[in-house]
């Protein structure tokens, strides 16, 4: 875990009031440890359809380590 000031560290169960409060949360506790955020995926209520579930995660998440190469091929139906 990176070194940064025990009252920014996450916890396992901390809950926020708004979404918003939890974004900058996360967004300040990065910027403290020295890396980015960004937001990755959301997940809403089928009942009502509000967010229930947003994920906050390192900037380098999810990336390809080599670049996808182009294709120079057209498709058939043109």
Do not use: W
Not at 5 to 32: C, M, W
């Amino acid at each position: 875990m990176p070194s940064c000031p025990t009252h920014l560290k996450p916890v396992i169960g901390i809950k926020f009031d708004t979404l918003q409060q939890g974004i900058s949360f996360y967004e300040n506790y990065a910027r403290v440890s020295g890396f980015d955020t960004r937001l990755y995926s959301t997940k809403k209520r089928k009942s009502d359809g509000k967010i229930s579930l947003k994920y906050c995660v390192c900037n380098k998440e999810g990336f390809r380590e080599t670049p996808r190469l182009q294709s120079n091929c057209k498709r058939k139906d043109q």
